[in-house]
């Protein structure tokens, strides 16, 4: 039997792509999870592999919907196979029922993984640059100069700080982390 799984990361992504294609490809049961890969419990992954008998194949849209590294793929695949379980990715051609199959499993798998590794080396590249430039990331400041500037002379002339706070469409903690209380009337 052909047993399907399908995720997506976040609540407001859609499984319907995954799980049309999952039925199309002959699926008789499908569970899915909408769940970073990365989190260990994915109660719909751990219902599709207790369903799971021997002879039957589990079935996934892409290789990323089903492990959080390869490493975690490498080991969920190899459990598969002791049970005498298949796995099956669509998009990306893999089939372990053949050793050709498993080759590129492995292979696949490696080039997932790299590629992962490359995206977060060009990202902290990207913001050591900005860093470098000058950048910050982040929200930008509520309180700018100017507005440090004007809550000084509001308080100075004896505007409560709420009042201060509501002109400047901040907070009171905001101005008092910018302006201590210490430093007003």
């Known amino acids: 039997m052909l047993i399907g799984y399908a995720r997506v990361s976040t609540q407001d992504q859609n499984l319907e792509l995954q799980t049309e294609a999952l039925t199309k490809a002959g699926c008789k049961k499908i569970f899915s999870d909408k769940i970073s890969g990365s ?8 219902k599709a592999q207790e369903a799971l008998r021997e002879g039957d194949t589990l079935v996934v849209w892409k290789l990323d919907r089903l492990g959080r590294s390869v490493r975690h793929l490498v080991d969920l695949v ?10 099956k990715s669509l998009t990306d051609a893999i ?16 080039l997932a993984e790299m590629e992962r590794e490359l995206t977060i080396e060009r990202t902290r590249a990207g913001l050591e640059v900005a860093r470098l430039l000058g950048r ?6 509520q309180m700018t100069d100017s507005k440090i500037k004007s ?5 100075a002339s004896g505007v409560p700080p709420r009042d201060v706070a509501g002109n400047l469409g901040v907070s009171v903690p905001t101005l008092y982390r910018w302006i201590p209380a210490s430093n007003h009337p």
Not at 78 to 85: D, M, P, Q, S, T
Not at 95 to 110: E, I, K, L, Q, W
């Open 136 to 141: 910050k990331g982040g929200r930008r400041r």
């Open 95 to 110: 089939d372990t029922g053949t050793a050709s199959g498993r080759f590129f499993f492995h292979v696949m798998a490696s």
């Open 78 to 87: 190899g459990k598969l196979h002791n049970e005498g379980v298949q796995f």
């Open 151 to 155: 809550a000084k002379k509001l308080l």
């Open 39 to 46: 989190r260990a419990e994915r109660p719909g992954l751990t």
